[in-house]
């Protein structure tokens, strides 16, 4: 038997149960596990009950919620072959640094437009929450865009980064197609 606890902020523990505990059930039923809730402390205890890889991808559904994805980009772990990355952005700025918030900035873009054209150009989703910023996509997706976020992490021109990902995106197109036809 598997058994696991991750904490969640608090101001995300709501969304994890979901209405009327619609996203904490779907969650036990897809990943074959039972979640215990613990508001106050901001913890979520997952107990295996069936396949120990879907009781894992449980696991990183709870954390992708608790690093700001709604449910439904969460849930998309589910799927095969979809993976979850965090990257912690402590490891790049002292503690009570302000670096951290244009770091922030920087892979968010004016009105959102950096974290955009990364979504796009991959296919993946971030999320920019807390201290962290979070990726959720396919191997080949994820690979690129955390590539990417680690360029503007260490200052490159955003033209840069662009470009990079345009010359990665084609070579995506390409891998896909090649798989479907695996």
């Given amino acids: 038997m598997y058994f696991d606890t991750v904490r969640v902020p608090k101001d995300r523990i709501s969304v994890v149960i979901g209405k009327d505990g619609s996203t904490k059930k779907e969650i036990e039923k897809n990943g074959e596990v039972k979640l215990t809730i613990d508001s106050d402390e901001g913890e979520v205890s997952i107990d295996q009950m069936g396949d120990a890889i879907k009781s894992n991808t449980a696991k990183s559904v709870v954390q992708a919620i608790g690093r700001g994805f709604n449910p439904e980009k969460a849930m998309l772990l589910f799927e095969e072959g979809m993976q979850l990355v965090i990257i912690s952005l402590r490891e790049f700025a002292k503690p ?37 910023v979070s990726i959720i996509g396919d191997y080949l997706a994820v690979t ?39």
Avoid: C, P
């Avoid at 955390?146 to 980064?161: D, F, L, P, Q, Y």
């Avoid at 990902?165 to 070579?171: D, F, G, I, S, V």
């Fill in 96 to 132: 009570g640094s302000s670096r951290i918030a244009q770091i922030k900035a920087r892979v968010i873009g004016t009105g959102g437009k950096t974290r955009t054209i990364i979504e796009e150009l991959t296919g993946s989703f971030i999320s920019v929450y807390g201290d962290t």
């Fill in 144 to 182: 690129y865009a955390e590539e990417a976020i680690n360029m503007i992490i260490n200052g490159k021109k955003h033209r840069t980064v662009y470009e990079f990902l345009e010359r990665k995106a084609r070579e995506l197109r390409f891998k896909r197609i090649e798989e479907s036809f695996g």
